[in-house]
C-alpha cells in the first residue's frame, strides 16, 4: 500500500523533535516559552514569528527558509505525571537550509531549559544539610576563596553551588568543569550554571581552565581552591602549570579514583588533600548507595529482561563491588566474584559466593548474562572475551570509560551493533553477543542522577566543609593526604548528626 501524498509530505517534513519534559506553574510555563523563543533569536537573530498562533504556541520562521514550531503544553493526564508537569516541544517542520549540525544545535538550544522555581524549591528540600552550611559554618568561611569545582552536572550540584555563594563564594568566583558524562539533565544543569554566570568548561580543556580560573581568582583577591571528583585537576595543574601551584590552596577529592592519580606524586604533592574519598562518614553511606543507583539503572535500561536466578559476576570485591554483589544476591541472582587480591577474593568466598582463582575460568564456568566491573581499572580484555559462553551484558560503575578495554572487544568482535540508548553490542565469532551498557561508562550516571539527592546531600555538605576548611587560614593540614584530620574535621562538623535526626529513628 503507498502512502497518500499529503501523508508523505508530512512524513518528510518532521525532521526532528525534541522534548524537555519540566515542571512549572502557569507563570513560569509561559516564561519558558518565551525564554526559549530568546535563546532561538540569539542563535538565529533573524527569526520571525509566524501569526495566529496559540498562546503557548510558537510557529518560527528562522533564515534559509527553517520553519520550526515550538510549544509549551499541561499533560494531557495529569493522574499520571508528577505535579505540574509541562513538555516544551520542538518540532522542526522544515529545515530548510539548514544542516544537520544546525539542527541538532537548534535541538541543545531548546534542550538548555534552566530549572524553573518549582523545580528549585523541590530540589532544595532534597538537600538540607548542603544548604544549612551557611547558617553553620558562617556567610564569610568562603569569602577569600575561589574554588574550580569537577562535580558531576547532575541536580544535587546547583544545590551545592547555591550553598557555595551563601559561604562567600559567589558564581564569579567559581570554575566548574563538566566530565562530560550523559547524565539525565545535563542539559538543564549546564544552562542553570551558565545562566547564573558561572565559568563551565569541559574537561578534556582542564589546562585552559586552570590557567583562566587562577587568573580570575587573582583579580578578585580570592586564593583558587580545587574540589574534585575522579583526579582530574591536580595531575594536570602539577603537570601543566608547575608555577601556578603556590597559588591553589589545597584540594578536596571526593572519589578514589583521583586518590589513585596522585600516586605517581607520592611524597610530592605541595598542597595539602582533604580526602573525603578515603573517610569513613563516605564509607559509611555511599558504597551502597552506588551499588543500588547501578543496579536500578540496569534494571530501567532493560525492563523486560529476567534476572531473578540467572548468573551474575562481579570483578573487583572492593568498596563498591561488595555493595554489588549483595545487591544482586538480593535480587536473587547467582553471583561469583573474582578479585585479584587474595585477600578480597577469599573474603568474597567467606561470604557465600562463587569465586575462582582466575577470570576466565570463572566466566567460562559460571556463564554470567551479567557481568559487572568495579575494579576502577580495566579487568575485561580481548583474552576474556573468548572465554564468554552466552550473551551477556558488560556494565561498569568505573569512572570514564576504563572497565573494558573496548578496543580489544572491537577487535575481537565480528560485528559491531550501536544498540542506542543501552550502548553497543559487539557479536563475537564463537556465538555471544556482548551488550556493554552506556559504552562502558559507569552505569549510575548514564541518562541517570546516580544516587538520590537525599544520599548525595551528605557527600556534597562533606565536601563543601573540606573546602572551608582548608580555606581558613592556620587549618593545620599539612601537604599531602591528611586522611585521620580529615576524620576528624567531617565528624566534629555536625553533619553526620544531622543526616541521623533527617533519617534516623527519632525522625519527627
Ligand atoms: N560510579 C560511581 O558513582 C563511582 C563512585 C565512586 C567511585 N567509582 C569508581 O569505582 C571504582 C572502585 O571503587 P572502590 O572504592 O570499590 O575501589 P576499591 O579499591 O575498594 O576496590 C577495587 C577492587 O578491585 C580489585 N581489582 C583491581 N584491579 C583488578 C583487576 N584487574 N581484576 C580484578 N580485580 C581487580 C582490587 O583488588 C579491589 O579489591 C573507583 O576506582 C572509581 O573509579 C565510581
Same mark, same amino acid.
Given at each position: 500500500?503507498?502512502?497518500? @501524498?499529503?501523508?508523505?509530505?508530512?512524513?518528510?517534513?518532521? =525532521?526532528?523533535?525534541?522534548?524537555? %519534559?519540566?515542571?512549572? !506553574?502557569?507563570?513560569?510555563?509561559?516564561?519558558?516559552?518565551?525564554?526559549?523563543?530568546?535563546?532561538?533569536?540569539?542563535?538565529?537573530?533573524?527569526?520571525?514569528?509566524?501569526?495566529?498562533?496559540?498562546?503557548?504556541?510558537?510557529?518560527?520562521?528562522?533564515?534559509?527558509?527553517?520553519?520550526?514550531?515550538?510549544?509549551?503544553?499541561?499533560?494531557?493526564? %495529569?493522574?499520571?505525571? @508528577?505535579?505540574?508537569?509541562?513538555?516544551?516541544?520542538?518540532?522542526?517542520?522544515?529545515?530548510?537550509?539548514?544542516?544537520?549540525?544546525?539542527?541538532?544545535?537548534?535541538?541543545?538550544?531548546?534542550?538548555?531549559?534552566?530549572?524553573?522555581?518549582?523545580?528549585?524549591?523541590?530540589?532544595?528540600?532534597?538537600?538540607?544539610?548542603?544548604?544549612?552550611?551557611?547558617?553553620?559554618?558562617?556567610?564569610?568561611?568562603? &569569602?577569600? &576563596?575561589?574554588?574550580?569545582?569537577?562535580?558531576?552536572? #547532575?541536580?544535587?550540584?546547583?544545590?551545592?553551588?547555591?550553598?557555595?555563594?551563601?559561604?562567600?563564594?559567589?558564581?564569579? $568566583? /567559581?570554575?566548574?568543569?563538566?566530565?562530560?558524562?550523559? *547524565?539525565?539533565? !545535563?542539559?538543564?544543569?549546564?544552562?542553570?550554571?551558565? +545562566? &547564573?554566570?558561572?565559568?563551565?568548561?569541559?574537561?578534556?580543556? #582542564?589546562?585552559?581552565?586552570?590557567?583562566?580560573?587562577?587568573?580570575?581568582?587573582?583579580?578578585?583577591?580570592?586564593?583558587?581552591?580545587?574540589?574534585?571528583?575522579?583526579?582530574?585537576?591536580?595531575?594536570?595543574?602539577?603537570?601543566?602549570?608547575?608555577?601556578?601551584?603556590?597559588?591553589?590552596?589545597?584540594?578536596?577529592?571526593?572519589?578514589?579514583?583521583?586518590?589513585?592519580?596522585?600516586?605517581?606524586?607520592?611524597?610530592?604533592? @605541595?598542597?595539602?588533600?582533604?580526602?573525603?574519598?578515603?573517610?569513613?562518614?563516605? $564509607?559509611? =553511606?555511599?558504597?551502597?548507595?552506588?551499588?543500588?543507583?547501578?543496579?536500578?539503572?540496569?534494571? !530501567?535500561?532493560?525492563?523486560?529482561?529476567?534476572?531473578?536466578?540467572?548468573? $551474575?559476576?562481579?570483578?573487583?570485591?572492593?568498596?563498591?563491588?561488595?555493595?554489588?554483589?549483595?545487591?544482586?544476591?538480593?535480587?536473587?541472582?547467582?553471583?561469583?566474584?573474582?578479585?585479584?587480591? #587474595?585477600?578480597?577474593?577469599?573474603?568474597?568466598?567467606?561470604?557465600?559466593?562463587?569465586?575462582?582463582?582466575?577470570?576466565?575460568?570463572?566466566?567460562?564456568?559460571?556463564?554470567?548474562?551479567?557481568?559487572?566491573?568495579?575494579?576502577? +581499572?580495566?579487568?575485561?580484555?580481548?583474552?576474556?572475551? +573468548?572465554?564468554?559462553?552466552?550473551?551477556?551484558?558488560?556494565?561498569?560503575?568505573?569512572?570514564?570509560?576504563?572497565?573494558?578495554?573496548?578496543?580489544?572487544? &572491537?577487535?575481537?568482535?565480528?560485528?559491531?551493533?550501536?544498540?542506542?540508548?543501552?550502548?553497543?553490542? *559487539?557479536?563475537?565469532?564463537?556465538?555471544?553477543?556482548?551488550?556493554? /551498557?552506556?559504552?562502558?561508562?559507569?552505569?549510575?550516571?548514564?541518562?541517570?542522577? !546516580?544516587?538520590?539527592?537525599?544520599?548525595?546531600?551528605?557527600?556534597?555538605?562533606?565536601?563543601?566543609?573540606?573546602?572551608?576548611? /582548608?580555606?581558613?587560614?592556620?587549618?593545620?593540614?599539612?601537604?599531602?593526604?591528611?586522611?585521620?584530620?580529615?576524620?576528624?574535621?567531617?565528624?566534629?562538623?555536625?553533619?553526620?548528626?544531622?543526616?541521623?535526626?533527617?533519617?534516623?529513628?527519632?525522625?519527627?
Amino acid at each position: 500500500m503507498t502512502a497518500s @501524498p499529503a501523508l508523505e509530505a508530512a512524513a518528510t517534513a518532521v =525532521v526532528r523533535s525534541a522534548a524537555v %519534559p519540566f515542571r512549572a !506553574s502557569p507563570a513560569e510555563a509561559a516564561a519558558v516559552l518565551a525564554e526559549t523563543v530568546a535563546r532561538i533569536e540569539r542563535l538565529f537573530p533573524a527569526v520571525r514569528f509566524g501569526v495566529g498562533c496559540a498562546a503557548q504556541v510558537r510557529q518560527l520562521a528562522l533564515p534559509g527558509g527553517v520553519r520550526v514550531t515550538l510549544a509549551v503544553t499541561a499533560v494531557t493526564d %495529569p493522574a499520571a505525571h @508528577p505535579v505540574a508537569a509541562h513538555t516544551l516541544t520542538l518540532l522542526v517542520t522544515d529545515p530548510g537550509g539548514l544542516d544537520p549540525a544546525g539542527v541538532a544545535e537548534l535541538v541543545r538550544v531548546v534542550e538548555a531549559q534552566p530549572f524553573t522555581g518549582l523545580e528549585l524549591g523541590e530540589l532544595r528540600r532534597q538537600l538540607p544539610l548542603t544548604l544549612g552550611l551557611p547558617r553553620r559554618l558562617g556567610r564569610e568561611a568562603l &569569602a577569600g &576563596a575561589a574554588p574550580l569545582l569537577t562535580i558531576h552536572h #547532575m541536580t544535587d550540584f546547583l544545590a551545592m553551588v547555591e550553598a557555595l555563594g551563601g559561604l562567600g563564594a559567589p558564581a564569579e $568566583a /567559581l570554575t566548574v568543569v563538566d566530565k562530560g558524562y550523559p *547524565y539525565r539533565l !545535563s542539559a538543564r544543569v549546564d544552562a542553570h550554571l551558565r +545562566r &547564573a554566570g558561572v565559568a563551565v568548561w569541559p574537561w578534556a580543556a #582542564m589546562g585552559d581552565a586552570l590557567a583562566d580560573h587562577a587568573d580570575r581568582a587573582a583579580r578578585l583577591g580570592r586564593r583558587p581552591l580545587l574540589v574534585d571528583d575522579g583526579g582530574y585537576a591536580l595531575p594536570v595543574l602539577l603537570d601543566r602549570h608547575p608555577g601556578l601551584v603556590s597559588r591553589f590552596a589545597g584540594l578536596v577529592e571526593q572519589t578514589m579514583s583521583g586518590i589513585f592519580k596522585l600516586e605517581r606524586f607520592a611524597g610530592r604533592l @605541595p598542597m595539602p588533600v582533604f580526602s573525603v574519598a578515603e573517610s569513613r562518614l563516605k $564509607a559509611t =553511606v555511599e558504597c551502597y548507595g552506588i551499588a543500588d543507583a547501578a543496579a536500578r539503572n540496569i534494571l !530501567s535500561l532493560l525492563p523486560h529482561e529476567k534476572f531473578e536466578g540467572q548468573a $551474575a559476576l562481579v570483578i573487583g570485591f572492593g568498596r563498591i563491588g561488595e555493595q554489588i554483589a549483595e545487591v544482586l544476591r538480593a535480587r536473587r541472582m547467582r553471583v561469583a566474584v573474582f578479585d585479584r587480591q #587474595m585477600v578480597r577474593l577469599v573474603g568474597a568466598h567467606e561470604r557465600g559466593f562463587t569465586t575462582a582463582p582466575s577470570l576466565p575460568r570463572l566466566l567460562a564456568a559460571h556463564r554470567p548474562m551479567l557481568v559487572v566491573g568495579s575494579t576502577g +581499572r580495566t579487568s575485561v580484555r580481548g583474552e576474556h572475551a +573468548r572465554a564468554l559462553r552466552r550473551d551477556c551484558y558488560l556494565v561498569s560503575v568505573t569512572s570514564r570509560n576504563h572497565e573494558f578495554a573496548l578496543d580489544e572487544l &572491537a577487535d575481537e568482535a565480528r560485528r559491531i551493533v550501536d544498540v542506542g540508548l543501552l550502548g553497543t553490542r *559487539y557479536d563475537l565469532p564463537h556465538g555471544p553477543a556482548v551488550t556493554v /551498557l552506556g559504552d562502558g561508562y559507569p552505569i549510575n550516571f548514564h541518562h541517570a542522577e !546516580s544516587l538520590p539527592n537525599k544520599y548525595a546531600d551528605l557527600i556534597l555538605a562533606s565536601l563543601l566543609v573540606g573546602a572551608c576548611a /582548608l580555606a581558613r587560614p592556620g587549618h593545620g593540614f599539612t601537604p599531602g593526604h591528611n586522611v585521620a584530620r580529615t576524620d576528624q574535621v567531617l565528624e566534629t562538623s555536625g553533619l553526620l548528626e544531622g543526616y541521623y535526626r533527617l533519617y534516623g529513628p527519632d525522625r519527627q
